[in-house]
Nanobody, 128 residues
Framework: QGHLVESGGGSVHAGGSLRLSCVLS????????VTWFRQAPEKQREGVAA????????YYASSVQGRFTTSQDKAKNTVALQMNALRPEDTGIYYC?????????????????????WGQGTQVTVSP
């Protein structure tokens, strides 16, 4: 239904920060659940943070709570992921994913199968 394009990945040392962006296009719905996932080599894709574009609340994985913040800019059709205090275990390919609906489910926002649209991914590498 929609199209997502991520940007902003890169390489930093532990303790550093990065900001990822996801531009949404092609959606006609006023509400879109947008979630950031990441995948490290030989690991399952992990839900990191979610927000309801056009609404609230936000959800975070416990592993990033207090370090990562997701936000929305409706004027630019963009969702951002601000990542602070990065750790080597945050390394992976980060994807934004979306589904047009009026909620992000508190008990299933982190499940990849809930999402119809995926971006191409952006690499984040955190060195010790």
């Amino acid at each position: 239904q929609g199209h997502l394009v991520e940007s902003g990945g890169g390489s930093v040392h532990a303790g550093g920060s990065l900001r990822l962006s996801c531009v949404l296009s092609g959606y006609t719905s006023n509400f879109i659940c947008v979630t950031w996932f990441r995948q490290a080599p030989e690991k399952q894709r992990e839900g990191v943070a979610a927000l309801l574009f056009g609404g609230s609340p936000n959800y975070y994985a416990s592993s990033v709570q207090g370090r990562f913040t997701t936000s929305q800019d409706k004027a630019k059709n963009t969702v951002a992921l601000q990542m602070n205090a990065l750790r080597p275990e945050d390394t992976g390919i980060y994807y934004c994913a979306a589904v047009a609906r009026t909620f992000c489910g508190e008990t299933d926002w982190y499940k990849p199968g809930e999402y119809l649209d995926w971006g191409q991914g952006t690499q984040v590498t955190v060195s010790p």
